[in-house]
């Protein structure tokens, strides 16, 4: 058995990622937003001066310091799940890459912990690799929220940042996409693996451009740390949620955990399921300026089929049963 002393830096440390993932943004939005009424409205002033000067920041690759990725807590967070890291294949850094991450699951834990943070050795395991994971917009226009995921080396996810990211002098450059995006979140059923991906093919074409190789990475138990309310495509509760997804940019969700003090009651602590994000092997992709649709395809479908192997190939070892696949809509 764990001591008290290791089980609750581990819970607290998974916590305050939901935490921070739902209520950063606001509340400091709403905290400089109040200072302005009070003797420290300068505080706010000056703070909002730097915000526009640097606004354009998370186009061009964002902010990343490294203290903040090797953070300890992240292993705590790590250790909680417990979260692990599988490398199939090398990434050799004298080319650059478009890594497809899957699923999105409701807050993408095991692709922040293992690709915006050391707490599983990316940067041992994959050396000469400099990883940008890449998120909506919108979150960059949450005041003090953006300077802290900017230092994970997170960027937007905007077609100028990509390019910004992947036409560096330095080769090795690597860009996360959730591919199902927000969309995706609506079907974090556990238990279930369903991905969106039959009609995103902007990442293909991304890669296409630079002549980066694509790279499929799904995490086993994405899905799994959370119970979900899953409602019927063909429901008005559904139909809100994806007007209001694009409106908003992403899927409002009726999700839950456990509570804090006790795994008996509702709560937003995360359920302990272990989460296993397999790296593929990469694919090569020629550069190209201008691609053809039928490029596009001819990559896109290399890709669901590299993606569906790498499923095939760890399902069981992951706890996935022989039975399970993959469903792409």
């Known amino acids: 058995m764990e001591s008290v002393q290791k089980q609750w830096p581990e ?39 730097w915000f526009l000067l640097d606004w354009d920041r998370p186009n061009q690759g964002g902010r990343r310091f490294e203290w903040t990725r090797n953070w ?44 915006s943070t050391e707490a ?36 937007s996810v905007n077609w100028r940042s990509l390019n910004f990211v992947l036409s560096q002098r330095r080769l090795g450059q690597a860009v996360i996409i959730m591919v199902g995006g927000a969309q995706e979140s609506l079907y974090a059923i556990p238990g279930k693996h369903c991905l969106i991906l039959r009609d995103r093919k902007g990442f293909v074409r991304l890669a296409l451009r630079h002549g980066a190789s694509l790279v499929p990475v799904y995490s086993f138990g994405e899905n799994d740390v ?35 003090f006790s795994a008996n009651s509702w709560g937003l602590v995360p359920f302990a399921r272990p989460i296993t994000t397999v790296v593929g092997r990469p694919i090569p992709v020629p550069q190209r300026l ?33 039975s399970t696949h993959l469903t792409f809509i």
Request: glycine share 6%; net charge negative.
């Open 290 to 322: 201008d691609p053809t649709e039928e490029e596009v395809d001819r990559y896109h479908m290399l890709y669901m089929e590299a993606l569906e192997q790498l499923f095939e190939d760890h399902k069981e070892s992951c706890g996935v049963p022989a």
């Open 120 to 155: 599983n050795n990316f940067s041992k395991q994959f050396p000469g690799i400099q990883v940008s994971p890449a998120v909506l917009a919108s979150l960059f226009h949450f005041p003090i929220y953006r300077d802290y995921i900017m230092s994970y080396g997170i960027c």
């Open 72 to 115: 300890a807590m992240w292993k705590h967070a790590r250790d909680y799940y417990p979260i692990k890291l599988v490398k199939t294949a090398e990434l050799p850094p004298d080319r650059n890459y478009v890594l497809g991450a899957h699923p999105h699951g409701i807050m993408c834990i095991g692709t922040f912990c293992n690709f």
């Open 226 to 260: 959370f119970n979900f309310k899953a409602f019927a495509t063909n429901s008005w509760q559904y139909m809100c949620q994806i007007t209001f997804k694009k409106i908003m940019g992403f899927a409002p969700c009726i999700f839950w955990g456990h509570g804090l």
């Open 11 to 49: 819970v607290v440390s998974a916590y305050q990622y939901v935490l921070t993932f739902l209520f950063m943004g606001p509340f400091f939005s709403l905290l400089v937003l109040f200072l302005l009424f009070t003797s420290f409205w300068s505080v706010s002033v000056l703070y909002l001066v």
